[in-house]
């Protein structure tokens, strides 16, 4: 399958991938919805004739949303065309007034949000990030809570401040506990932290509270993948999280990536579901594999700097798999929505350059790690940009995320 638009040779948009954004343009600043396809984006509203009439108005959105309500059918129906007009030989391309119309350069547009995001769950879902943090905290011993592999371990985050790779992300303020058994302190955290993830969004109609979605059905449900920065301030996290969880800790920002990976894309790079032990309880349970070979990776660029890679994980690193996540949010009957956003928690991998945060890395800033330059970090400092990537490859293909990133602005004191 080739396509008429030129793909470079690495390209993260081969014609097998084609993930779904929103963007703007400085001539046209409507929202749009786009397909990525090499360094071009397709401007889904010019070809809108192309695809049956039913779907003019997904494809005409401003977000995703109507999109991804459509249904598993739709979107293999929609991919199929949008394939087909970008192959060599398509009427597309034979149209050359359309054609310059239809295809605008990615490094003339501006991404937005690619979805209307009314709620935001983010699990704990990887075993060697929870058993991590587990001995850091409590010891060997009692390293994994008693219920961790027994359920997809989550809390709803703050939807409301989720943004689009590019964002800027501000320190936060808070109250923190810088000495064990003494007063607390309020001013801006010290321990500023990235969390690598993978989060995807929920298409399909609606549900209805006191539905459940089964762990089998909930394929259907997973409309694409984007990368995620579980951005955390972790000393304020120490104090405020018991015994409720996440709060302010984790509602100053998170940050995705623009480009939205359809399952389909990713198929050629399904592997085996992680062993889980013991088996979970029914509901939890699913046939189909539905773990991805993606490979991951984080940069910190400090302001004056190179930019120097501190970890390379893989998303295969998951236990509980995006299935079970569904099957256990909707086991009490939680409704869901199309565009509602579902994280993997921080992916770690079993080596020490695999773990998927400052915490880990710095192994609660025991240690250093090393940047280019002779610079090293423990937590992320003042004006450090944080940049995520993601791929798929084997011999023949590559299927890629772009990159999801955010410079740390200094904290905005009290006036």
Not at 68 to 86: D, K, N, V
Not at 271 to 288: A, G, I, M, T
Request: charged share 20%; hydrophobic share 40%.
């Amino acid at each position: 399958m080739k396509s008429f638009v030129p793909v470079p040779e690495n390209s993260d948009f081969p014609i097998q991938n084609l993930p779904y954004g929103v963007f703007s343009t400085a001539d046209n600043p409507q929202h749009r919805i786009g397909v990525a396809i090499g360094e071009h984006v397709l401007d889904l509203s010019v070809v809108k004739q192309f695809y049956p009439a039913k779907y003019e108005n997904a494809l005409t959105a401003t977000v995703l949303n109507p999109l991804m309500s459509l249904g598993f059918e739709s979107w293999a129906e929609i991919r199929q065309i949008t394939q087909g007009l970008l192959l060599e030989g398509s009427e597309l391309q034979s149209n050359a007034a359309l054609r310059t119309k239809a295809l605008v350069a990615q490094s003339t547009v501006q991404m937005h949000l690619p979805a209307q995001i009314g709620d935001y769950t983010d699990f704990y879902s990887s075993i060697h990030h929870a058993t991590n943090v587990g001995i850091m905290f409590r010891g060997k011993e009692n390293a994994l809570m008693p219920n961790w592999k027994h359920l997809p371990v989550g809390y709803h985050g703050r939807a409301s401040s989720v943004v689009v790779s590019g964002t800027p992300i501000r320190r936060p303020l808070g109250q923190t506990l810088p000495v064990d058994g003494a007063d607390p302190a309020f001013g801006p955290c010290r321990l500023f932290d990235f969390e690598l993830e993978v989060a995807f969004f929920v298409g399909g109609p609606p549900t209805d509270l006191g539905d459940r979605v089964t762990a089998e059905e909930a394929a259907k449900r997973v409309f694409g993948f984007v990368l995620m920065n579980d951005w955390s301030a972790r000393d304020i996290q120490k104090w405020e999280y018991v015994p409720l969880g996440p709060f302010t800790a984790k509602n100053l920002g998170t940050t995705i990536s623009p480009w939205v990976v359809t399952v389909a894309a990713l198929e050629p790079f399904k592997v085996d579901n992680f062993p889980q032990e013991p088996q979970p309880f029914p509901y939890l349970r699913h046939s189909q594999k539905f773990n991805f070979d993606i490979k991951l990776e984080v940069d910190i660029k400090p302001a004056k700097g190179s930019s120097s890679t501190v970890c390379r994980s893989n998303y295969r690193n998951l236990y509980w798999t995006a299935l079970q996540q569904i099957a256990h949010h909707t086991v009490t009957g939680c409704n869901l929505n199309p565009g509602d956003l579902m994280a993997s928690g921080t992916i770690s991998g079993d080596a020490s350059d695999s773990f998927g945060s400052m915490l880990e890395l710095s192994w609660k800033g025991t240690k250093t790690v090393p940047l280019l330059g002779g610079e090293s970090r423990k937590f992320l400092q003042d004006h450090d940009e944080v940049t995520i990537r993601g791929h798929c490859v084997n011999d023949d293909l590559r299927i890629g995320f772009g990159s999801c990133s955010g410079v740390v602005l200094p904290a905005k004191p009290f006036e």
